[in-house]
């Protein structure tokens, strides 16, 4: 089933260890859980208009929480590294 790809992935990943990433050319977005590599791989090529060379991809456990006496654990979530052909780049926010 070919997914569309404004539904593969979720968002880009803006924290510390990513954005050391970005300098190597490696970008991280948050996709759906059952999206493969192949579908990450030509959905990142259709919105950012790139050539992606390798994709990695990990699940990441939702976290035990508590707010006063209710607990709960946020929902797990899939997050995608791909890296791009030398050269290319992808302009997620300014002046990075």
């Known amino acids: 089933m070919a ?14 260890k990513a954005l050391t990433l970005h300098r ?3 970008y991280t977005f ?13 959905a990142v090529e259709q919105v ?6 390798k994709v990695y991809t990990l699940y ?3 976290k ?8 709960y654990r946020t929902s797990d979530r899939k997050k995608a590294v791909v890296q791009l052909v030398p050269g290319q780049h992808i302009e ?3 002046g990075v």
């Not at 790809?5 to 510390?16: F, M, N, R």
């Open 60 to 62: 990441v456990r939702g």
């Open 24 to 26: 190597e050319g490696k």
């Open 48 to 53: 950012f208009n790139v050539k992606v060379s």
């Open 64 to 71: 035990q929480k508590r707010r006063g006496y209710t607990e």
């Open 92 to 94: 997620l926010i300014e």
């Open 30 to 42: 948050y996709v759906r859980k059952d999206a493969n590599k192949v579908d990450i791989k030509k």
């Open 3 to 16: 997914k569309a790809a404004s539904d593969v992935l979720i968002g880009p990943v803006l924290t510390e």
